[in-house]
């Protein structure tokens, strides 16, 4: 019955059609109602039990690959969400990247390359830290960070983020007439939860190393990210492609989550471990009985 609920919480989370969609409209702690603290980690290793199995069909079919994109304000529990979820899955089926700030090189290319350049091949689970959506968030926050792209003056103009939102839909949209399942995750933090968290990054030693001064700074802008987050959901949330708008102030609600909405997206593609034909079989019966013959 308890995974039974983490599905349907996770489904109250997904974001289809973002025309009326609100942050505010969504909590930050959740509805945990029948799920509890004490009964999270033997629920997650069932998920990932699950998720493992599923991935494992999925890369013996290879006809379908899952891109998974997380992005969340400091501290809302990114790299822990995908540590804990996909701690299970076969590394050789699995890829991760997390996505700094462009460099030069990139920064004289489109948006889109170096993402492109790192999607999951066929049968496999990608894993994006942060994605293409950093040039509707962090870009439009920080006027600086769109300066050094150097783009044409033609193409800056008021109606510069409606149609970077309109390139994401289209990219993504292709994504899946190409076989490609996208699944978006907004891990939605609050201000008061991030702040504790803050602290205990410089409280405890072994936690001072995640502490970065630019966590610092960009808390300044705070209300200015969740519009940006806000617009950016509002404006990229498609049935091909849903956002999963999740309450990041339980860490353990948070991956039961996760885990409930890839499991789901797998379970939807049916992934089978291929079947032999005819000929197939044939060759398989000739190399059982090549083996079987075989002397010592």
């Known amino acids: 019955m308890s995974r039974e609920i983490a599905r349907a919480r996770a489904a109250a989370c997904r974001v289809e059609d973002g025309a009326s969609f609100r942050l505010a409209d969504f909590s930050t702690r959740g509805n945990g109602d029948g799920l509890t603290k004490a009964d999270a980690p033997a629920l997650l290793r069932e998920g990932v039990r699950q998720l ?13 690959a899952i891109l998974a994109i997380f ?14 979820v996909f701690s299970g899955v076969n590394p050789q ?12 090189e990139e920064l004289d290319q489109d948006f889109l390359r170096r993402h492109i350049l790192r999607l999951p091949a066929r049968g496999q689970i990608g894993i994006h830290n942060r994605s293409w959506y950093e040039e509707v968030l962090v870009a439009r926050v920080h006027p600086q960070v769109l300066e050094r792209q150097r783009l044409p003056s033609d193409v800056v103009t008021e109606h510069l983020w409606a149609r ?5 839909c289209a990219f993504e949209r ?21 702040r ?4 205990a990054r410089i409280d405890t ?32 949330a498609t049935s091909y492609a849903p956002w999963y708008v999740l309450p ?18 797998l379970e939807a593609l049916k992934p089978e471990y291929p079947r032999l034909d005819e000929a197939g079989l044939k060759r398989l019966d000739a190399a059982g009985e090549v083996l079987r013959t075989e002397k010592d």
């Open 205 to 236: 030693p072994s936690k001072n190393w995640k502490l970065d001064p630019s966590d610092i700074a960009e808390r300044r802008h705070w209300d200015v990210y969740q519009e940006a987050y806000e617009a950016a959901i509002r404006g990229t």
């Open 71 to 84: 992005q969340a304000m400091d501290t809302a529990g990114k790299d822990g969400a995908i540590k804990h």
């Open 52 to 64: 493992a199995a599923l991935q494992d069909r999925l890369a013996a079919q290879d006809r379908h």
């Open 174 to 194: 292709y994504l899946c007439r190409q076989g490609y399942v996208v699944l978006k995750f907004f891990l939605h933090v609050s201000r008061k939860e991030q």
């Open 164 to 168: 970077r939102m309109e390139d994401i």
């Open 93 to 104: 089926g699995c890829a991760v990247h997390s996505f700094k700030a462009p460099g030069p």
């Open 196 to 199: 504790k968290r803050l602290l």
């Open 248 to 265: 990041a102030d339980r860490k353990w609600l948070t991956r039961l989550l996760v885990v409930e909405a890839m499991v789901e997206a």
